[in-house]
């Protein structure tokens, strides 16, 4: 296997963090392939230096089917989409590869990650190892030098854990309940003595 592409149109940056797992345990699996992942900015800035990912193709808002159809004009040996949308799903079975996967969803039950199912379907495909699949259960960013000095500025020197708290999602089964946001700010205040940054909004700088 020497390309993969994974499809993630879903629209938003914790999206992008949802499937991060699922493309790090497959890039971690064939590192012999390149990994090109397609998806939305400004998600796109998640991935443009992280290690395991080789490549990043940007889709305009509202062309995310003829952005798919542009990537399917270069050969892949498999293609990964959690998007299924305007006809995506049948349009990687048809002009894919020769290994598809076309719904990494497929309705998790209420008490799995919806992170956990993706990396869950992706092995029951024998498409990533256990190992893999352990040791990038969790989403890694990173950042560059020159990002960090800026996170530096603008949050204060570091000496405690700073978390960010964002408690709105654009679908349902991704949202939780402000009590549970309430819980778990309280429990890495005491336990880490972290400082909460709480978003608000879509617009946050």
Known sequence: ??????????????????????IQALAASHPQA???????????????????????LVAEKGQARQAVEDALREPYDLV??????????D????????RTVTNLWRSPPPDQLVSDRMLQILQSESLITSKAAKEHHHPRLHLTDGELHNAQIRLG??????????????????QWSPDRFVELGKLLQQRHGAILIVLEGSDQQ
């Open 157 to 174: 020197a570091v000496g405690h854990l700073r978390v960010g708290l964002y408690p709105d999602a654009g679908m349902t089964i991704k």
């Open 1 to 22: 296997m020497k390309q993969v592409l994974f499809i993630e149109l879903l629209g938003g940056l914790g999206d992008v963090l949802i499937a991060l797992p699922a």
């Open 34 to 56: 390149s990994m090109t992942v397609l998806t939305f900015a400004p998600g796109d800035v998640l991935l443009l230096h992280h290690p395991l990912v080789h490549r990043v």
């Open 80 to 89: 990964v989409t959690d998007t299924t949308y305007d006809g995506i799903a």
């Open 91 to 98: 349009l990687v079975e048809k002009r894919g590869a020769e």
